[in-house]
């Protein structure tokens, strides 16, 4: 999903979990406005800061750690024009509070960019169950979890292979390389708990009751994978315009991923 942004100017953008840091040019390149990251966890804080170190020294960009569900924390932060929280909110244990949280930090007339688990029913609580059990195993039990988990996300590949060499069809282009290995990103699905799911329709409903406007919908087909969402919330001279084909700077903020593949920081 995409939108498009005109010069930030003195705007500010706000991002939660260590994947947002990545596309922390949304701000900088835009017109050198403020840009903040906050992480609960530690070690993400200090990954963050070396990105920062690394490949932005010089830019205005704030990395401290902080929690969405700590009320005290986000009254001393002020509001932003854009909020950026990809795949986090569900893996906090009380997701309906930090998303009431997250709207707090929107300035009037700002966007709040979220991406949520789907809803997938009686599959979506069979991976709770997968996903309890796994953090509170050890390594045999843990690995037959991480063996079984991958089976039965790419079960579909053998069929696929066969299809595509019956038909003649072309290997698929590889994907945009990611930051994380196949293994790596099966870790991080399976290991990712608290878990929180919920439906376009439940998010939507969640949204009126603060105002906002849906500006953008992307859904994984019904699928598992994140449903994104692009949110206005009313009032202000609305800093950040509506997304429009016309304009010329282009923030990418949900990434290229795949929505088979679920990692995400916790």
């Given at each position: 999903m995409y939108i498009r942004l005109p010069r930030l100017g003195s705007s500010a953008a706000w991002d939660v979990s260590q994947p947002a840091v990545l596309d922390h040019d949304l701000a900088t390149d835009a017109g050198g406005g403020q840009d903040s990251h906050r992480d609960f966890d530690a070690e993400a804080v200090e990954s963050a800061s070396r990105l920062r170190h690394a490949f932005a020294p010089d830019a205005s960009w704030t990395?401290?750690?902080?929690?969405?569900?700590?009320?005290?924390?986000?009254?001393?932060?002020?509001?932003?024009?854009?909020?950026?929280?990809?795949?986090?909110?569900?893996?906090?244990?009380?997701?309906?509070?930090?998303?009431?949280?997250?709207?707090?930090?929107?300035?009037?007339?700002?966007?709040?960019?979220?991406?949520?688990?789907?809803?997938?029913?009686w599959e979506s609580r069979i991976w709770t169950v997968v996903k309890r059990r796994y953090n509170r195993s050890g390594p045999v039990t843990r690995g037959a979890l991480i063996a079984g988990s991958s089976a039965y996300i790419h079960r579909a590949w053998p069929l696929f292979q066969i299809g595509r060499l019956l038909t003649g069809r072309p290997r698929p282009a590889a994907a945009r390389p990611r930051g994380m290995s196949r293994w790596h990103d099966m870790l991080d699905w399976v290991g990712g708990y608290p878990f929180e799911v919920s439906k376009p329709e439940q998010v939507l409903a969640r949204?009126?009751?603060?105002?906002?406007?849906?500006?953008?919908?992307?859904?994984?087909?019904?699928?598992?994978?994140?449903?994104?969402?692009?949110?206005?919330?009313?009032?202000?001279?609305?800093?950040?315009?509506?997304?429009?084909?016309?304009?010329?700077?282009?923030?990418?903020?949900?990434?290229?991923?795949?929505?088979?593949?679920?990692?995400?920081?916790?």
């Open positions: 990395i401290e750690q902080g929690s969405i569900l700590d009320g005290d924390h986000l009254a001393r932060l002020g509001a932003f024009d854009v909020v950026y929280i990809w795949g986090v909110l569900h893996h906090t244990g009380d997701m309906w509070q930090a998303f009431d949280n997250a709207v707090e930090l929107v300035a009037p007339g700002g966007l709040l960019f979220v991406a949520l688990y789907n809803d997938q029913g949204a009126r009751t603060h105002d906002l406007s849906l500006l953008r919908l992307g859904t994984c087909g019904g699928g598992l994978g994140c449903n994104q969402y692009l949110l206005r919330r009313p009032g202000g001279s609305a800093a950040v315009q509506e997304p429009a084909d016309s304009m010329d700077d282009l923030a990418y903020l949900s990434g290229s991923r795949d929505q088979a593949s679920q990692g995400h920081s916790r």
